[in-house]
């Protein structure tokens, strides 16, 4: 039988769980809440819940760590040194690459010591640029396996900036995409699918298939367009859907607070952007242009 080693000791340390105090102040809130008045039985459901609600970021890591054997998809003994993907390669513009970075524990990337690593320059990505747009998307372990295969648009998230459910965006920032993934998925399980595309392809001969929505004066536009989406009402969605019908892909700057925040008048990100792909064709472009997959996790 083959031997299974999903971590070692080293793996496990104080730092890795929530702080005493995350756990303890929210039991004892808990407990005050608690009606003794009620009879034992409820009583104990009642504290049953907030243990539960207390514990389960512990149990969660000690999960993963015990059952989730495999720390890269691919090739886990190669670290910061790119080798080719397996996989059907023919609807590809190239072969797919692959590369494993491992952060030290404790420690965050820099922008620079961040691109040092990953070696994207190796993949000279960012040659003839008035040919090519290279863009990223930040994700997990297991979703970028799924999107290797092909991107589904019903796997977009709820009330996003230009989309409800129906959606798939990219940064033109890698060190974005990488933040993004890190603060979803974890250090441990984020990955970072690079896109090289072609200009033309993607924006046609007269820039018309996607909807600008990057510059001041397109502002009110793009405030109205995130308001739709991200309040999420059937009615005003489907028909914003069937007016952006025409578009291959919206592009526009990120909103500065997250989709929790409702803003009447949302306010971009400044010097942010991203990239929505909506169309079959959009995705069947940045299919064959996938060109190289970037797996995090942190060093034992």
């Not at 009402?233 to 069937?242: P, R």
Request: aromatic share 14%; proline share 3%.
């Amino acid at each position: 039988m083959k031997e299974i080693s999903c971590f070692s000791q080293k793996e496990l340390s104080a730092t890795d769980f929530p702080p005493l105090d995350d756990l303890l102040i929210p039991l004892f809130g808990w407990l005050r809440q608690l009606k003794f008045e009620n009879t034992a039985k409820v009583t104990l459901c009642q504290l049953g819940l907030s243990l539960k609600s207390v514990f389960a970021p512990v149990f969660q890591y000690i999960t993963e760590k015990f059952f989730k054997c495999g720390r890269f998809p691919h090739e886990e003994s190669t670290i910061f040194e790119w080798f080719d993907l397996p996989g059907d390669t023919r609807s590809r513009n190239q072969i797919v690459k692959g590369i494993n970075i491992e952060k030290e524990a404790g420690k965050s990337w820099k922008r620079d010591s961040l691109f040092s690593k990953v070696k994207l320059n190796e993949l000279q990505l960012f040659d003839e640029l008035d040919e090519f747009e290279v863009f990223f998307h930040g994700t997990s372990h297991e979703n970028a396996t799924a999107i290797i295969d092909g991107i589904d648009l019903k796997e977009g998230g709820p009330r996003m900036e230009f989309s409800h459910g129906d959606g798939f965006y990219v940064f033109n920032d890698f060190f974005e995409a990488r933040c993004w993934a890190a603060s979803s998925f974890s250090d441990y399980h984020s990955a970072v699918l690079v896109f090289r595309v072609t200009k033309m392809e993607l924006r046609g001969d007269n820039n018309n298939n996607g909807l600008d929505l990057t510059g001041m004066k397109q502002k009110k536009e793009w405030q109205e367009l995130v308001n739709i989406f991200r309040s999420a009402k059937l009615s005003k969605v489907n028909e914003t859907k069937k007016t952006l019908k025409e578009y291959d892909f919206i592009e526009g700057p990120v909103a500065a607070y997250g989709r929790q925040v409702y803003e009447k008048f949302p306010t971009p990100k400044n010097d942010s952007y991203q990239l929505c792909v909506r169309s079959k064709k959009g995705v069947e472009l940045f299919n064959r242009s996938l060109c190289a997959v970037v797996y995090f996790n942190v060093a034992c």
